[in-house]
């Protein structure tokens, strides 16, 4: 089956057949092209080279295109390789650098048919060596073929020549040592005349530079030649390129190429030379004001032209300059505003990105009006972005640029009914954040919610549920503000509510038995003030009997005339009748009474928890006007209890909590954490767990409530209190451990949770960081938390720089770079790891091998290359010593020797070829052949 | 340094694809159809470059031209110029037309290797080393020249298959 014949050779598919055939099929692409990898794996295991390559190619082939795995030809490809004929070897190499890679177990076999072929006569085989070698060479590869890649670089057919350079890029990378080797001659072609030998050099110089810059400062004097003479475009950008990298880490370099670069800006007519241009300046040159105003006197020149291309550039330069010179941006505003409403989401993204910078506390208002109002026409994707970068601009730094809250208040409520608003979350969240921390908006946040919640159809917008969950949770937090809390309830009970999901529901519910509770009792003030009024007698039973009641702390009490006396102030709610309170109760158990039997149990236990409420209390309103005030000692008084101690809990004010909050309670001096908190759960079994738990918003007043509630209602409320303290008591008796210590001796069933009296403090701390931001808008969160010991904190800044140091010396780039440094700067240069020093010892004198060897002619040189290891063995036992002299601790390099690295590279500028030469040459006392490393210095 | 090359119908078949760093035929052909979600919903006559850091990881830069029923793509790093890569695509298929006389799918469909041949002429190792398509070309026609006449060297036993495969 598998032995060549001539009917095999005859009858093979060639790659036009399986293209052909595949084009054509009709037993589907997939199965046709396992049939024809079936034959390949055949045909590929001929004898025959012609039908072994044919199979390979179409292999390629499929690989390439169809994305089948081909490593199973790894070793076919090879012998392919081996075939004397240009074309096999072209398909072989074809195959190679496609399946190839570093952990190839046959890598290595290639190395002497590189060879072979890297030393051919035909520039064309040498260059498909070459050509595969950039693609896969491996350590062993680049170390094993740096001398035949050293000897190409400087073949006097142009055609190899710039291949050798450019494969120099992959062979530094792979194997740094190589540089010493090469980095000479490399350096040596900048000074070529032939274009595209330049061409590929500087590309290679590009590229090394964008890895680290720092080593190539030395040779600044040939790029800038270059940058100066070049009158070819992809030559000019590659050297911008690498001036823009250099330019920031020596001042005195940036000076000098500032004029020539904005002489080519003035001259050149080629679009991607002037651009590379002003993005040079812009981004690199920044400091010189004159060329930035050249380069952003350029950028009009996009941003007016037609081709997308060229707009998308120019704002793309402009958010870069955004950063330092943002006048550049207003200059174009009108440009970048235009940009807006682009075809091209790109263009339209990039001038958004410049608009919200251009933001600040003046502007805001008028740059969002003009955003929502774009954001009215645009796409529904654009839109979004659009939105969300106007809430996130205005968020930042807790509303850093925000100035009249009211304004943006009322911007959220409207952003939530822009028809294709997919913000709600984001939107919720600063409702919510708005309401707590800053007191004066509230007003205003409680009439946008009231808009929103009265509105039937935003119901139907599932996008918009979290902003009415904002909504609802506002007006029922700050009904107090509110014009009509009997509107607001009706918005909050209407039939549409259903369309909401479980969760906002409840909170829907929540909201309303806030309101209902405050609805009452601004009802029973009413009531007791035009009582007292009329007869004073008759002295406020309401307030008396709040008093008298044993329950009731003077604290609330206080608080809840505060909260009439506030409201009295800042709104005159419609007169409640009798009437409207016996509707509004009526309205509440028609609305809520369906829930009970909800399968969600947060509605069904907040309808239950209102309707209970509405039970207990309906009474005496349906009664009053018929018994007037005869019955007040009866359940008159004991509803109006009710309501007022709701009315209490409810007005306890929600104050912000930092994040790091919990790190200021301070940790009881005999707690043991437990690593291990297992055992927890065998307590945890004992304690019903409260489900109010699981309720977002103000948990921690309802958990009181709750308790209170149901205290009240009951009517034996001292008892049920006792029996859960006593339940809590002993349970506090067996897991003592647990527990943190009481000030007080007696029990203590709620958390201390944000608005716990002992945290009062900190909360007053809260309110006046308030009052700061609205005032400066400026104040980041609570200071206090910086208070807290950190010692974690400590230790991960240790974790997080130690990498990135040793990151520094070990990486495999900074080997390059330590190599290339090596050969620019001399020796005695910044050598941190000892493994370094050696190798930079073993340098020097390979380089000073190849110094004599740059004047010794060609034929020497390989065999100068190959015997380098020994002489230089000898060499570097004395040097090293005066190494280790000059550095004791290698590895304990600082920042220090760092800067002095610097000053030492600027002093070198500043004095010149000569010396720095010598500088370098100087600790070696070896000064016979002296390598002097002339022209790299300004 | 360019990172990788493609061409794709507007069926987003690739007709070509070229790698510059090694990548698993699997992880190659994920990137080309993320490319060509994103290509196949870009209107005509907006600019030329897409967001590419989420296809091809940080510093990437995408840039495509659409002829006729092909999308030719780049994908390279901050070391190249937006404009010129854009002109060396413009080369690119110049070069095809050129050889092929008025570039059709077809014939990038029909000549693999020479595809190939010509890309690789211009881009090396992911470095561009030719921006002249009179160059490429005649490098193109001197290697074709070298291939047939490799081949011919034993036409006799081979002949069909031999001519053909090239």
Not at chain 1, 494 to 501: A, C, S
């Given at each position: 089956m598998s032995g060549p014949s001539l009917m095999d050779s005859l009858f093979q598919r060639s790659l036009e057949d399986l293209i052909k055939g595949l084009r054509q099929q009709l037993i589907g692409e997939q199965a046709f092209i396992s049939k024809a990898l079936e034959e390949i794996r055949k045909e590929i295991k001929s004898t025959d080279l012609s039908i072994k390559s044919t199979a390979l190619l179409k292999l390629s082939y499929l690989s390439s295109?169809?994305?089948?795995?081909?490593?199973?030809a790894t070793f076919h490809a090879l012998e392919v390789l081996s075939s004397p004929r240009f074309s096999h070897k072209k398909i072989a190499y074809h195959a190679i650098s496609l399946s190839f890679h570093d952990s190839t177990p046959v890598l290595l076999l290639i190395t002497n048919h590189l060879r072979k072929d890297l030393t051919s006569t035909n520039e064309f085989e040498v260059s498909l060596s070459l050509r595969c070698l950039s693609k896969i060479a491996n350590v062993d590869l680049a170390r094993d073929l740096t001398p035949e890649i050293f000897t190409l670089m400087s073949s006097n057919k142009l055609y190899v020549r710039k291949k050798a350079v450019a494969v120099v890029l992959r062979v530094f990378e792979k194997y740094p040592d190589s540089v010493r080797v090469c980095f000479k001659r490399l350096v040596e072609n900048l000074d070529n005349s032939d274009p595209q030998i330049l061409s590929a050099v500087i590309g290679v110089f590009c590229e090394l530079a964008c890895k680290d810059p720092r080593s190539y400062l030395p040779l600044a004097p040939e790029f800038y030649k270059i940058l100066v003479d070049s009158k070819n475009n992809w030559v000019l950008i590659k050297v911008l390129k690498i001036f823009a990298k250099l330019a920031p880490l020596e001042p005195r370099l940036a000076k000098r190429v500032v004029e020539p670069i904005c002489d080519h800006m003035r001259r050149t007519g080629a679009k991607s030379l002037l651009f590379e241009c002003v993005r040079t300046v812009v981004t690199s040159l920044s400091e010189y004001d004159s060329a930035v105003r050249l380069a952003v006197g350029k950028v009009p020149e996009f941003l007016v032209d037609e081709d997308p291309n060229l707009k998308y550039l120019g704002l793309q330069v402009l958010s870069i300059v955004a950063q330092k010179h943002l006048w550049a941006v207003s200059q174009n505003k009108e440009a970048v505003i235009k940009s807006l409403s682009d075809a091209d989401p790109n263009i339209k993204i990039e001038s958004l990105r410049l608009v919200m910078a251009m933001v600040s506390e003046c502007n805001v208002t008028e740059i969002s009006r003009v955003l929502v109002n774009h954001a009215l026409k645009s796409d529904p994707e654009f839109c979004n972005e659009i939105l969300g970068s106007i809430l996130s601009t205005c968020s930042r730094n807790v509303y850093e640029i925000i100035v009249d809250f009211d304004w943006y208040v009322s911007l959220l409520g409207e952003m939530s009914r822009i028809p294709h608003c997919h913000k709600g979350e984001e939107i919720e969240n600063q409702l919510i954040d708005i309401g707590i921390r800053v007191k004066d908006v509230r007003l205003e946040l409680v009439r946008v919610s009231r808009d929103l919640l009265i509105d039937p159809a935003l119901l139907g917008n599932f996008f918009l549920h979290r902003v009415l969950c904002a909504a609802s949770w506002a007006s029922g937090e700050y009904v107090k503000f509110s014009r009509n809390p009997l509107e607001l309830m009706e918005a909050l009970l209407?039939?549409?509510?259903?369309?909401?999901?479980p969760s906002i529901r409840a909170i829907y519910i929540q909201s309303a038995f806030k309101v209902l509770v405050f609805c009452l009792h601004t009802y029973l003030m009413q009531r007791g003030s035009t009582f007292s009024s009329t007869s004073p007698d008759n002295l406020p039973s309401v307030v008396s009997a709040s008093v008298s009641d044993e329950s009731f702390d003077n604290l609330s009490v206080e608080n809840g005339v505060d909260a009439t006396v506030t409201h009295g102030q800042i709104c005159t709610p419609a007169f409640i009748t009798n009437e409207s309170i016996v509707n509004l109760l009526n309205m509440v158990e028609l609305a809520l009474g369906p829930l009970v039997g909800s399968h969600d149990v947060e509605v069904q236990e907040r309808a239950r928890n209102v309707l209970g409420f509405v039970d207990l209390t309906k009474l005496k309103f349906l009664n009053y006007s018929v018994q007037e005030e005869n019955?007040?000692?009866?359940k008159g008084v004991e509803a109006s209890n009710i309501i007022e101690l709701m009315h209490d809990a409810f007005s306890k004010e929600l104050g912000p909590i930092s994040l790091s909050a919990q790190g200021n309670v301070s940790l009881p001096d005999g707690l043991i954490v437990k690593e291990n908190l297992g055992d927890l759960e065998m307590i945890c079994c004992d304690i019903e767990l409260p489900s109010s738990n699981s309720f977002s918003f103000g948990s921690p007043c309802e958990e009181k409530d709750g308790v209170s509630f149901s205290n009240l209602q009951i009517k034996e409320d001292s008892e049920q209190s006792n029996e859960s303290t006593s339940l809590l008591a002993e349970h506090r008796k067996r897991h003592g451990l647990y527990y943190l210590p009481l000030g007080k001796s007696e029990i203590s069933n709620d958390y201390p949770p944000a608005n716990d009296p002992i945290l009062q403090g900190n909360i007053n701390g809260n309110a006046v960081d308030l009052v700061k931001i609205t005032e400066e808008s400026l104040v980041p969160k609570?200071?206090?938390?910086?208070?807290k010991p950190r010692p974690v904190v400590v230790k991960l800044d240790e974790v997080d720089e130690k990498p990135v140091a040793l990151k520094k010396f070990e990486s495999k780039d900074d080997s390059l770079s330590g190599a290339v440094r090596d050969i620019l700067f001399g020796s005695e240069d910044m050598v941190p790891t000892s493994s370094q020093s050696n190798l930079s010892d073993k340098s020097s004198s390979k380089r000073k091998g190849k110094e004599k060897q740059h004047t010794a002619p060609h034929v020497e040189s390989k065999e100068n290359l190959v015997d380098d290891g020994n002489p230089s063995s000898r060499r570097r036992k004395y040097r090293s010593h005066g190494k280790e002299r000059r550095h004791r601790s290698p590895r304990k390099k600082t920042a220090e020797e760092r800067e002095g690295q610097k000053e030492k590279e600027k002093s070198s500028h500043r004095h010149g070829r000569h010396k720095s030469g010598q500088r370098a040459e100087e600790p070696l006392n070896v000064s016979a052949q002296a390598p002097v490393i002339p022209d790299f210095l300004l | 340094m360019i990172k990788a090359v493609m061409v794709m119908n507007t069926q987003g078949k690739p007709r070509l694809a070229k790698f510059y760093e090694y990548l698993p035929v699997e992880k190659q052909q994920e990137l080309i159809r993320r490319v060509f979600a994103v290509l196949c919903g870009r209107a005509e006559n907006?600019?030329?470059?897409?967001?590419a850091e989420s296809i091809f990881g940080p510093d990437s830069r995408l840039v495509y031209k659409h002829f006729a029923t092909l999308y030719f793509v780049f994908v390279f790093d901050s070391s190249e110029n937006e404009l010129a890569v854009l002109d060396l695509i413009q080369v690119f298929v110049e070069t095809l037309d050129k050889c092929f006389k008025n570039v059709c799918e077809l014939d990038i469909v029909f000549n693999y290797s020479k595809i190939h041949t010509i890309l690789d002429e211009i881009i090396f190792g992911g470095q561009v080393l030719e921006t002249s398509s009179a160059e490429v070309m005649k490098a193109v026609e001197e290697i074709s020249k070298l291939e047939a006449a490799s081949n011919a060297?034993?036409?006799?036993?081979?002949?069909a298959s031999g001519w053909r495969s090239r």
């Open positions: 295109l169809h994305f089948h795995d081909m490593s199973f209407q039939p549409r509510t259903r369309l909401l999901p019955d007040s000692e009866g609570r200071k206090p938390s910086h208070a | 907006v600019s030329n470059f897409i967001e060297i034993t036409l006799i036993p081979k002949s």
